[in-house]
C-alpha cells in the first residue's frame, strides 16, 4: 500500500532526530533516489517509485546502524502500560513491599531478593527458619517481587501460598497479589490470574487499579474482548475510575482479535472520558485495521493521531507496510 508523500515526510521528520544524524541520512537516500531514477524507464508509475524510495529509507533506519540504540522499555504495548509512570512507580515501589530498618539476615535476604539473586535470598529463607526465626511478611513480599520480575511465576505463586498458609507471618499485602496476577497475565494465563484475583477477594484484600487492569491484560493477551469488557466493568463497578492503562489494554484486545469496529469504538470511548489516546493506543486501532484488511481506515487513522498532535512511531508505520 502507497504511503502519501505528506505521510513519508513526517516520517522522516521523526526519525532523523538530530542535524549529524541527517547528514549521514540523506547522503544515503541520495544514493537510492539515483538507483531509483535508473529504473524510471521500466516504472513509469511514480507512486511505486515513491514507495520504493520509502521502503528503502524505511530498512536504512530500521538497521539501527545510525542511531545509538535506545534503551529497551520496561513494558510494551499491551498493559503498558503502561504507560504512566507515576502510577506505575506508586503501585509496585519498594517502600510498600520491604521494611526499611530490617537488619540481620532477614536484611540481607530482602536485599538480594532486591539484587535479583533469588536463589541466595532462598537460601537465607532456609537459613532464618533453621535457626527458628518467623521470617517476617516483608521478606516473603521480596522474593514474591524477585520471582515474579524473573518471570519465575510458579516460585512467585510457592511463596504467596506460604503466606498464607502461615497466618503468625502476616496476610499477602495487594502488591504481592498483583505482582503474581501480573506474572500471570503476561504469560497469558487468564484461568489462573482469575482464580488469584477471587482468592484475593476471598481473603478480604481490596482490589485496586492495578489489579483490574493485569485482568485486562490477560485477556488482551488471549484476544478475547469479550472477557476484557467485563472486567473493565467490574473495574467501573468497584467505583474505580479507568485510566489510560486500563482504555489501552482494551484496545489492544481488539487488535489482538483484529476486530476494527471494537477498536474504533474504544478509543472514541477513550476520548469521551477525558483521556487522550497515546501513540500505544492509536498504534493498536491501526493493527485492528490491518488485520481486518482495510488498509484506508488504518491510514486514516494514521492521518488521525498525527492531526491531534500525537506523533506516529515507527511502529505505527510499520504496521501499514
Known sequence: MMMPMTSFRAFLGDVIPSASAARTVLPLALIAGIAISSVTSY?????????????IVFSILCSGKLFPKRSKK???DIGQQPTEKSEKSKEISDEQFFDSDLSGLAGKLVAAAKA???KMAASMMESLREEGKAPPASCYGALVSASARSGDIQGAERWVEEMLAQPDVGQPNVI?????????????DVVRAESWLERMRAVGV????MSFNAMIVACARAGDVERAEHWFRQLCEASITPNLVSHSSMLHACAKAGDM????????RTQDTGIEPNAICYNAVIHACTQSGNGERAMFWLDEMAARGVKPTVRSYGTIM
Open 43 to 55: 516504472v513509469s508509475d511514480s507512486g511505486a517509485i515513491e514507495e520504493l524510495m520509502f521502503v
Open 261 to 268: 469496529g471494537k477498536a474504533e469504538e474504544w478509543l472514541k
Open 116 to 118: 535479583g539473586n533469588l
Open 206 to 209: 481490596q482490589l485496586d487499579a
Open 74 to 76: 520496561v513494558v510494551d
Open 176 to 188: 504481592c497479589f498483583n505482582m503474581l496476577i501480573s506474572a500471570f497475565a503476561k504469560s497469558g
